[in-house]
């Protein structure tokens, strides 16, 4: 047995359940790393012969955006494969791949698509410019991807559930143009944690900001996928989000 092997007890056992002891947990983490790092060197080995074309969506605003350093990561190491991608909204993703005129989607929801793997849940916080100022009796100026974004959806819902009142100062799928209006220092918005520019900072201010819950991005596959490429930029996406 492993626990004779290594000589340390793995498992608590009883009649009901089995649990990891702590060395077990940590064995467990280690056994998990050693099979993610096969995963990739695997991968990489078999980078070279995987060509193919791969229809990849990802909800407009965010997801978009996210998607951006995965394709630098997915050219990188399959140069042979052809990305064609596609912005949609959450509910057009879902049915371009039930209807297989897409093989992958990278969704950003607050609710889980139960068919989808969830790589990762961020929670959402209130972003602005170290001197944004909050007005006194004013609403919340706020600056946001137009409807149909999860993060918008859920700001405003959070704002509305409070009775705070709020001003839609800009509003565009332009990223470039929703940084300028926040580095003016004319708005805020919602931003998911990891993806908060160094310069700004997490605005807390309970008495004009309500908290905020969390959005999950989740990898939506066709049901049939049998596209090798497709396999495999699902997997590069996966381990992305695994970390190094």
Request: hydrophobic residues 40%.
């Amino acid at each position: 047995m492993l626990e004779e092997q290594i000589g340390e007890r793995l498992f608590h056992r009883n009649r009901l359940n089995v649990r990891l002891t702590p060395a077990g947990k940590e064995l467990f983490l280690d056994a998990r790393g050693l099979l993610d790092h096969h995963d990739r060197l695997f991968r990489s080995a078999r980078s070279r012969t995987v060509a193919g074309t791969v229809r990849i969506g990802a909800i407009e605003g965010f997801g978009a955006a996210m998607l951006a350093p995965l394709l630098a990561r997915i050219r990188e190491r399959y140069a042979a494969i052809e990305l064609d991608i596609v912005c949609d909204f959450g509910d057009g993703l879902r049915r371009s791949v039930e209807t297989g005129s897409i093989d992958l989607a990278l969704l950003l929801q607050g609710e889980e698509t139960p068919s989808a793997m969830l790589l990762d849940r961020s929670r959402l916080r209130w972003a602005g410019t170290p001197d944004y100022v909050f007005g006194q009796d004013g609403p919340i100026h706020l600056a946001s991807y137009p409807e149909g974004c999860p993060v918008r959806a859920s700001a405003l819902a959070a704002l509305e559930s409070h009775d705070i009142a709020y001003r839609l100062t800009a509003t565009s799928w332009s990223d470039r143009l929703l940084d300028r209006v926040i580095r003016s220092g004319r708005a805020i918005a919602a931003m998911p944690e990891g993806q908060i520019p160094e310069d700004m900072k997490v605005l807390f201010q309970p008495s004009h900001l309500p908290r905020l819950g969390e959005i999950g991005v989740q990898l939506l596959e066709r049901p049939d996928l049998d596209n090798e490429a497709a396999r495999a930029v699902s997997g590069e996406i996966a381990d992305s989000f695994r970390g190094p």
